[in-house]
């Protein structure tokens, strides 16, 4: 059974900073680029961040550049999500997701809530 098991997520002040965690299982997660989205309050899907199979090829939306820093563990199974210098509008659900080639369905984890208020 695949799972995508995300951690981390909770209430920070402005300016604070948190590491989500994306704990994958039954399928070959080496093999894989992982993404990062987060689904803002009333907001549609947005893409954070990528990273490929081996690490590298580092991908970031515009809005957490310089911020947030992605990095997976192939020994572990896990990709990592570390957010600095949170701001109110980096509240959201945090999801992870491989995405597959079509036609085969993509793998997405429960989410993880983070919130950003004093």
């Known amino acids: 059974e695949v799972q995508l098991v995300e951690s981390g997520g909770g209430l920070v002040q402005p300016g604070g900073s948190l590491r989500l965690s994306c704990a994958a299982s039954?399928?070959?997660?080496?093999?894989?680029?992982m993404t990062w989205v987060r689904q803002a309050p009333g907001k549609g899907l947005e893409r954070v961040s990528t990273i490929n199979s081996r690490g590298g090829a580092i991908t970031y939306a515009d809005s957490v550049k310089g911020r947030f820093t992605i990095s997976r563990d192939n020994d572990k199974n896990t990709v990592y999500l570390q957010m600095n210098s949170l701001k109110p509008e980096d509240t959201a659900v945090y999801y992870c997701?491989?995405?597959?080639?079509?036609?085969?369905?993509?793998?997405w984890g429960q989410g993880t809530l983070v919130t950003v208020a004093s």
């Open positions: 997701y491989v995405d597959r080639p079509t036609p085969l369905p993509d793998y």
């Open positions: 039954g399928f070959t997660f080496s093999a894989y680029p």
